[in-house]
């Protein structure tokens, strides 16, 4: 069952980096996603650079700028010399793939899309100047994509996190990370968890619940 597949998800803190999963098994799964995910208009105006165990330098980088977004918000958006280290993130270092999803330009319109244009449907995914204000949409399209991609992975004895404890302005990240064009949306990551986060106790109880279930799910 479905529901069995997702109660083995628990958000990795550390991944076992002497564990490394094969690439084309992580290229199956990922190509199995995208056959899977819906997308409006068949657009899937994002893209998912994905970042292999070889390359370290492009991880520090990403767990620096998450460290230094951190600190930013913490001290009222004022700029310290140094990030901390914060375990919370240890994941972006030693993770064995990170996925960064970016918003995309759509500068090949299928068959279908090319005609509606052609008469005059206007698409703002489509449009060089503007497809950054699709975020909305293309969120929401990444919470999918990444969620079909949990699934896949867990049946295959992987593990995941997430992370989106960053700045979007895609020009800081290209300081370091030249492939990223344009804002990053989410970051994911995938392993072989060594360390997993824990419900956070005081005095026996559990004191980070989420909302209850009536305050979300309204009957109207």
Same mark, same amino acid.
């Given at each position: 069952?479905?529901?069995?597949? @997702?109660?083995? $998800?628990?958000?990795?803190?550390?991944?076992?980096?002497?564990?490394?999963?094969?690439?084309?098994? /992580?290229?199956?799964? %990922? +190509?199995?996603?995208?056959?899977?995910?819906?997308?409006? =208009?068949?657009?899937?105006?994002?893209?998912?650079?994905?970042?292999?165990?070889?390359?370290?330098?492009?991880? *520090?980088?990403?767990?620096?700028?998450? &460290?230094?977004?951190?600190?930013?918000?913490? =001290?009222?958006? +004022?700029?310290?010399?140094?990030? $901390?280290?914060?375990?919370?993130?240890?994941?972006? %270092?030693?993770?064995? @793939? &990170?996925?960064?999803?970016?918003? $995309?330009?759509?500068?090949?319109?299928?068959?279908?899309?090319?005609?509606?244009?052609?008469?005059?449907?206007? @698409?703002?995914?489509?449009?060089?100047?503007?497809?950054?204000? =699709?975020? &909305?949409?293309?969120?929401?399209?990444?919470?999918?994509?990444? *969620? /079909?991609? &949990?699934?896949?992975?867990?049946?295959? =004895?992987?593990?995941?996190?997430?992370?989106?404890?960053?700045?979007?302005? @895609? $020009?800081?990240?290209?300081?370091?990370?030249?492939? /990223?064009?344009?804002?990053?949306?989410?970051?994911?990551?995938?392993?072989?968890?060594? +360390?997993?986060?824990?419900?956070?106790?005081?005095?026996?109880?559990?004191?980070?619940?989420?909302?209850?279930?009536?305050? /979300?799910?309204?009957?109207?």
């Amino acid at each position: 069952m479905i529901e069995n597949v @997702y109660k083995k $998800r628990k958000h990795i803190l550390s991944f076992d980096e002497t564990i490394i999963p094969d690439k084309n098994l /992580i290229n199956s799964l %990922l +190509k199995k996603t995208w056959k899977l995910t819906p997308s409006k =208009n068949q657009f899937m105006s994002y893209t998912v650079n994905v970042i292999g165990p070889e390359h370290k330098s492009y991880k *520090k980088s990403i767990y620096d700028i998450c &460290t230094m977004n951190e600190s930013d918000t913490n =001290n009222n958006n +004022k700029i310290i010399d140094k990030p $901390r280290f914060n375990e919370n993130l240890m994941c972006l %270092l030693n993770a064995p @793939y &990170t996925l960064i999803f970016t918003n $995309r330009y759509e500068d090949k319109p299928n068959k279908e899309q090319s005609y509606l244009i052609s008469r005059g449907v206007y @698409y703002e995914a489509a449009d060089k100047d503007n497809f950054e204000k =699709n975020m &909305t949409t293309n969120l929401i399209e990444v919470g999918m994509f990444s *969620k /079909i991609l &949990t699934g896949l992975c867990l049946e295959n =004895n992987l593990d995941v996190s997430y992370t989106k404890c960053f700045k979007s302005d @895609y $020009r800081e990240w290209q300081k370091t990370m030249p492939f /990223i064009r344009t804002s990053p949306l989410l970051i994911m990551t995938i392993g072989k968890g060594k +360390k997993a986060k824990k419900p956070k106790t005081y005095k026996g109880e559990v004191t980070d619940l989420r909302p209850d279930f009536e305050r /979300i799910v309204e009957w109207i």
